[in-house]
């Protein structure tokens, strides 16, 4: 039998690179390297050359067996300008190799292009993913994924995760990613309610982002073109005086005359903002102490509650007695199951969080509202434990009584005292 020479240099050298690799693994290599290619994508608006087989993509999808056999076949390079490169390369490899590499940022990419060229498979494992995303971390990627690819229930899941965790979203990275569109679309809805300068930072961020999205120099008055009528939307009221004057007033993107309209109704509420919007109240008064007595001169007072809820609901903050010169601090435990040995259960309360942050946004009469900077999710049948501190030099209000069961909607609502005074008059909450 004659002997083949197969190198190309005549050495008669074979690369056996075949040797100990999977089918798949096989496939991958003829992706990467070209080798045999006999079809050419020009992909993305930049026309990027992508090459790979006939009979890999035939053998996989129906959509492209279309393309590239029978009369219908396209006999120049194909052009696949509704996505980039890296989206369509990553498909690609999952004809070739059965698997792929989801995240936040291509799963929704991918999906597209699974029901494009009908990848069954591939559209499994897209959807499998977003069952279990988004999370407050990878909700903005995710929503802005949606809206390019046209995914409207996604869009609108996404939509709800955000609006569920806004302390959380407008801090993460892709808060700033977002476009004028979808950025317009979080900010303005009413149920987009965040604490003290977190909304207004964030928005900031985007706004020097969108700038250099625009080739535009970053300035105070360049920032609020960008912001446009969104502007508007932003819930400067609920910032509180404070937060206003060290925020808002010094970035320069409201003008004088907006700045005293809305610092006057801050100092006079009920007067006229428009046309910025004051968005609703979402919570329910959850009230829980009536007749509020005149205590003498106390440096420090305690209250703590015992509070059970027969549903899901979002803790948002309180109403304490006192006001803005009052220092609080707040602390949240839940009781939970520990092993005392190997037979006893014993009940224990554990922190919820290192530590409860908050912001006092606005006070009236003898009271002071103070907001969670992310609601806390209170699980139905759980007991939970809220404690409240309070540091006065001066003689301050506290409630004399508690109401043990509430209704809010469907849901009862059981609370205890366990150490008084009642520092706490209302609970600001909303249903999961």
């Known amino acids: 039998m004659a002997s083949v020479e197969v190198s190309g ?3 008669g050298f074979v690369d056996n690179w075949q040797s100990g690799k999977t089918l798949a693994e096989c496939n991958l290599h003829m992706l990467t390297s070209e080798d045999s290619c006999d079809v050419s994508f020009l992909v993305g608006k930049e026309g990027t050359l992508v090459r790979a087989h006939r009979y890999i993509l035939m053998s996989r999808s129906c959509v492209f067996y279309a393309m590239l056999c029978g009369s219908l076949a396209e006999k120049e390079d194909i052009k696949i300008p509704d996505v980039e490169e890296e989206l369509f390369s990553e498909m690609l490899r999952y004809l070739y190799t059965d698997k792929t590499t989801l995240t936040a940022e291509n799963v929704t990419g991918l999906l597209y292009l699974a029901k494009k060229y009908d990848v069954g498979g591939l559209e499994c494992l897209c959807l499998t993913y977003l069952k279990s995303s988004p999370t407050a971390d990878n909700a903005c990627v995710i929503l802005e994924q949606a809206h390019v690819f046209d995914e409207e229930k996604l869009f ?83 910032m509180g005086m404070k937060s206003f004057a060290k925020v808002v007033v010094p970035s320069g993107i409201l003008s004088g005359d907006e700045c005293t309209k809305l610092l006057c109704h801050m100092i006079l509420p009920g007067s006229d903002v428009a046309p910025f919007k004051i968005k609703p109240e979402l919570d329910s008064w959850v009230t829980l102490y009536a007749d509020p007595i005149d205590r003498d001169q106390c440096k420090e007072d305690s209250n703590l509650l015992i509070i059970t809820c027969s549903d899901d609901m979002r803790l948002l903050g309180l109403w304490a007695y006192g006001d803005d010169s009052c220092k609080y601090s707040i602390c949240l435990y839940q009781e939970q199951d520990k092993k005392d040995g190997y037979y006893t259960t014993i009940k224990t309360w554990v922190k919820t969080k290192a530590s409860v942050s908050f912001v006092l946004v606005r006070s009236f009469a003898n009271e002071a509202q103070l907001k969670l900077s992310e609601a806390l999710i209170l699980k139905k049948s759980c007991r939970y434990k809220i404690e409240v501190t309070r540091e006065s030099n001066k003689s301050r209000f ?30 600001i909450m909303e249903q999961k």
């Open 9 to 11: 240099d005549n050495s």
């Open 156 to 238: 609108d899941r996404a939509l709800e995760v955000v609006m569920k965790h806004c302390g959380t979203v407008v801090r993460s990275p892709g808060f700033k990613t977002l476009c004028t569109s979808c950025f317009h679309k979080v900010v303005s809805s009413d149920k987009f309610v965040t604490i003290d300068e977190t909304s207004l930072s964030g928005a900031l961020l985007w706004a020097e982002t969108e700038c250099k999205r625009q080739g535009r120099e970053i300035t105070p008055e360049n920032k609020r073109l960008v912001l446009g009528e969104t502007v508007y939307e932003l819930d400067f009221t609920a």
């Open 398 to 427: 506290s409630g004399s009584s508690v109401f043990n069961n509430i209704t809010v909607g469907k849901c009862q609502i059981s609370v205890t005292e366990e150490r008084g005074p009642g520092l706490i008059s209302r609970l």
